[in-house]
């Protein structure tokens, strides 16, 4: 296994503190709900794994509770129905099949399973356009469904220019550079900061 | 086509600015190296990108020497050493640009068809070079080109499938850029990126194109412009939060606070800036 500290990314000899903002920052940037529908589910599950074996090695304690178990657009409800084909076709990646599948069954304007599963294979094609309008119509279809609510918020949520793991942060690009004013308080304010032996 | 996800240049450090544009540099000397001088000729930014991720990814280290510069034969400027990621990047180029030149063949302006055409021998041999070193990437470009062409000419009006082509073609080409299992996060950014490239290209091209007939998938369905802009940096964007989900499974053990300023700053300012005049934005000229 890699070293457990490289994993989380920090040095070697970190402090609990700073093993457990790592932790909690990375199981964040990789967490099943960002993954949850994606042909990169799979590898984002590993990551989450490693990152798990690296904590559990520094802390050196064995991590309770059900934090690893994400949904995936397989396991919730549709087990047992007429569904439960089309989902496993989605998630082996056989988002065209899938579709041709759903367009034979009725269920266009009533069911909001079949509109989250079809708007599911579109993402999976990366046909994002299309899949948010089937996202939306499952949603108002069957309004509690958390499932196909967050499928449709994660992608309104980029729309609005929101990016997961931005570490810039709440940046906002300055549409000119700075003036003289800017340059000429700059200096006066190091001045008054560093000034050589004066102090502050 | 391409030419829209650079990095934010204004955020980068010093450092990492002359790293980006070592790449660059070193990118002009692959070419010339690969397929001669005038294959430099086809030189710009936007296959630096590509470079950037093949190595990053593999960590491959090719080296930074001062070199004098055909351009700038003054003084000598940092340049990357030969990788496997230039390597990558000049065959890419040459498959691209020789497509882009056919593609170009249909050009209303007849000055720029006959530029083309006159071009296009000259460089057919170099493209069946690079064919040769990358027979399945130079088919998927010829394949995704050829879908590209048919669902123009059937009128497609909807923006998914018409970026869908050059989605694919990206795909492909990032694709090569990783090893095992980084590939399918490596393929669907290529897949999202090529997917805004498309797109942004419409938005900025939606008066020229209905100025002159030219297919725009916006124009196809009938969509005024000002809502083809906000559809289109609202689409873009939604790609965008995508790619980063991709990019976050991509450790990149070079170039990283580059390519996280392409990710998280430059695209970003690219797709805002849907549907403005756009000025040539070269990099290069500023921080000589």
Redesign the interface.
């Known amino acids: 296994m890699r070293d457990p500290y490289e994993v989380l990314g920090l040095a070697p000899g970190a402090s609990t503190d700073e093993i457990k903002l790592a932790y909690k920052k990375l199981a964040q940037?990789?967490s099943a709900d960002?993954?949850a529908g994606?042909?990169?589910e799979a590898?984002?599950k590993e990551?989450l794994a490693e990152i798990d074996a690296a904590f559990d090695q520094l802390m050196g304690q064995i991590r309770t509770g059900g934090a690893t178990a994400g949904s995936s657009a397989g396991q919730t409800a549709g087990a047992g129905t007429a569904y439960a084909d089309i989902r496993t076709m989605i998630n082996e990646g056989r988002a065209d099949e899938a579709m041709s599948r759903l367009s034979a069954m009725p269920g266009a304007d009533t069911d909001g399973e079949w509109n989250f599963l079809y708007g599911s294979a579109?993402y999976y094609?990366?046909?994002?356009?299309?899949a948010?309008r089937y996202f939306e119509k499952a949603v108002s279809l069957a309004p509690g469904n958390q499932e196909y609510q967050a499928a449709y918020n994660?992608?309104r949520?980029?729309?609005?220019?929101?990016?997961?793991?931005?570490?810039?942060g709440g940046?906002q690009?300055t549409a000119a550079?700075c003036n003289c004013c800017d340059m000429c308080t700059a200096l006066m304010c190091m001045d008054m900061c560093c000034g050589c032996g004066r102090g502050c | 086509m391409f030419g829209t996800i650079t990095p934010?240049t204004?955020?980068l450090r010093v450092r990492e600015y002359t790293e980006y544009r070592s790449v660059y540099c070193g990118l002009c000397k692959e070419l010339k190296r690969r397929y001669g001088f005038f294959a430099r000729l086809l030189l710009n930014y936007d296959l630096v990108l590509v470079a950037l991720l093949a190595d990053g990814l593999s960590g491959e280290d090719g080296g930074t020497r001062p070199e004098r510069c055909i351009v700038n034969p003054v003084r000598p400027r940092p340049t990357a050493g030969e990788s496997a990621g230039l390597a990558l990047a000049a065959d890419s180029l040459l498959l691209l640009s020789w497509h882009k030149l056919r593609d170009n063949l249909h050009d209303e302006k007849l000055s720029k068809k006959l530029l083309c055409a006159a071009a296009l021998p000259f460089y057919h041999f170099h493209y069946r070079r690079a064919a040769q070193h990358r027979p399945e990437l130079s088919a998927a470009i010829a394949a995704a080109i050829e879908k590209q062409s048919a669902l123009e000419a059937a009128g497609c009006t909807?923006?998914?499938?018409a970026a869908?082509p050059t989605?694919e073609m990206l795909s492909a080409l990032f694709a090569d850029c990783a090893e095992g299992?980084d590939r399918?996060?490596a393929a669907?950014l290529g897949?999202?990126l090529g997917?805004i490239i498309y797109l942004l290209d419409a938005a900025d091209d939606f008066d020229e194109d209905a100025a002159s007939g030219s297919y725009n998938v916006y124009h196809a369905a009938g969509i005024p412009r000002d809502e083809a802009l906000r559809?289109a940096k609202?689409?873009c964007?939604?790609?965008?939060?995508?790619a980063?989900?991709?990019y976050?499974?991509l450790a990149m053990r070079r170039y990283r606070e580059i390519f996280?300023n392409v990710?998280?700053?430059g695209l970003?300012?690219a797709?805002a800036a849907a549907g403005c005049p756009k000025k040539k934005d070269n990099p290069s000229g500023e921080l000589a």
């Open positions: 940037k990789y960002n993954y994606s042909p990169l590898t984002a990551r579109l094609k990366g046909w994002l356009a299309d948010v994660r992608l949520n980029s729309a609005n220019g929101n990016v997961a793991g931005n570490p810039y940046y690009p550079g | 934010l204004e955020e909807s923006p998914d499938e869908a989605g299992a399918p996060a669907r897949m999202f997917q559809l609202e689409q964007n939604m790609r965008a939060g995508e980063t989900l991709c976050h499974l996280d990710m998280y700053l970003p300012k797709i």
